[in-house]
């Protein structure tokens, strides 16, 4: 069945690689199976979407302890709830994320100390791309369609503007905590924060026409 | 404040509540708005689907395969290996009818969710309580702005005419603490109470004779359903 096919080997051993992009279609049609509780098709979705999903949860986290409770809390949650997703307000990965984004920022608060925050909270490969789509270009990066139209309008922001959006992105920080962080006054950040949202906006209903 | 007529303020609250840098009391209220405001919900799903894929621009890595066996665990689902047997379509399947009676339970489970939403949009927590097959028993929806926790029974359970079922919220230390009866064949709304909160660990639904447990302290029957809260939005 080709629904299945990532587990025609031994399934212990299958990662996908991260040079599968997850099709936005073949990730509903597994959701909707796990909906009624296939369990092979709710596997199938695991193996495309874990490692993604667990990327961003270490990001947010920097621990791998907590970041694999997170993906399993999450996991468990997108199983019991996968009969409520709805197809017409969200695409697949973007509830999925979601769910991992919140269940990320619930044990970020329960953990209650101090995460290390570093400057850069993109990976090395996407923030030279974002810095200079020239020399590293977005499309040959390992993201879905979204994330790369997502690419291309954040390398048109300034790069300060870029790692702000960024620190309040993966972070869970308010504006005074991003000004904190960055150095910077509150009015500067929320002035940047307003017009990037916009900007992004802008650029990707841009994109979204041929 | 009115935010029907502000566009601009609604694109930026939305944006803003998706980013994460709409804290405390405003983005209580911004939920409080979502509520009632089937637009609103669409422009923040909007907002959702175009900043939520930075989420790529983290690193991919590979979980350890004890997340999906503590997944698996936790679900019950079959253990994966030998993974063809799910599919091999000529071998005989056990679990097969377990299946297409859960599908169906899903599907109405969808549709009692999908109405909910319609018409008292947005609860803000749910929660699916399974029995100890991983089959959905119990369907919770928490709305805190009227603080009121609507709990239905998925396809009716075979309760005794003596015995009662009892909703519990468990602490992760303490006494569980009892949210009320619930009707093994019906809807039945309760007040939220302390239904939810950080402490919550657990929700649970036991046996008990008829009008609940004697024990202030907790259940004195079997647990036949357990689950827990999932954040909606």
């Not at chain 1, 909906?35 to 874990?50: G, I, V």
């Not at chain 2, 689907?49 to 004890?66: G, I, K, M, N, T």
């Amino acid at each position: 069945m080709a629904l299945h096919r990532s587990h025609s080997q031994h399934t212990d051993k299958v990662i996908v690689p991260d040079t599968s992009i997850p099709d936005p279609q073949q990730l509903r049609a597994w959701l909707a199976g796990a909906a009624r509780r296939d369990a092979p098709a709710f596997r199938a979705l695991y193996d495309a979407t874990s490692p993604k999903l667990f990327g961003f949860a270490l990001r947010i986290l920097n621990r791998r302890d907590l970041a694999e409770d997170v993906l399993q809390e999450s996991f468990v949650a997108i199983w019991n709830n996968a009969g409520n997703y709805q197809g017409h307000l969200a695409a697949p990965m973007t509830w999925m994320t979601t769910i991992v984004r919140n269940k990320a920022f619930d044990a970020l608060r329960r953990a209650d100390q101090a995460t290390e925050i570093d400057g850069e909270p993109f990976a090395a490969d996407v923030a030279n791309a974002l810095h200079d789509p020239a020399a590293t270009p977005i499309e040959a990066l390992q993201l879905s369609r979204d994330a790369k139209a997502l690419a291309h309008c954040m390398s048109a922001l300034e790069g300060l503007h870029r790692q702000v959006v960024g620190l309040a992105f993966f972070h869970d920080l308010s504006h005074s905590e991003v000004a904190a962080q960055m150095a910077l006054p509150i009015g500067t950040v929320k002035t940047w924060i307003r017009r990037s949202l916009e900007k992004l906006k802008l650029c990707l209903a841009q994109q979204e026409r041929p | 404040m009115n935010l029907r007529d502000k566009p601009v303020l609604r694109e930026k609250l939305a944006a803003e509540y998706v980013l994460g840098t709409l804290k405390g009391g405003a983005r209580r209220r911004f939920e409080g708005y979502l509520h009632g405001d089937a637009a609103l919900r669409r422009t923040t799903a909007e907002w959702q689907d175009r900043l939520v894929p930075l989420a790529e621009f983290a690193r991919s890595q590979p979980p350890h395969r004890r997340v999906w066996a503590g997944i698996e665990r936790r679900l019950g689902l079959r253990p994966a290996a030998p993974a063809w047997q799910f599919w091999r379509s000529d071998a005989p399947h056990a679990w097969r009818p377990l299946a297409l009676a859960s599908s169906v339970v899903a599907l109405v489970l969808a549709g009692l969710l999908a109405t909910q939403s319609l018409q008292t949009p947005q609860h803000d927590y749910l929660a699916t309580l399974t029995d100890d097959k991983a089959q959905p028993a119990l369907v919770l929806a928490a709305d805190r702005d009227k603080q009121l926790l609507t709990v239905r029974v998925v396809g009716g359970a075979d309760v005794p005419a003596d015995k009662s079922l009892q909703l519990w919220a468990v602490p992760k230390a303490g006494a569980p603490r009892s949210l009320g009866l619930v009707d093994p064949n019906g809807d039945v709304k309760l007040a939220l109470g302390r239904a939810i909160g950080d402490d919550v660990a657990l929700l649970a639904v036991s046996l008990e004779p008829k009008g609940g447990s004697r024990d202030p302290n907790g259940p004195s029957g079997p647990i036949l359903y357990k689950g827990n809260w999932v954040r909606t939005l």
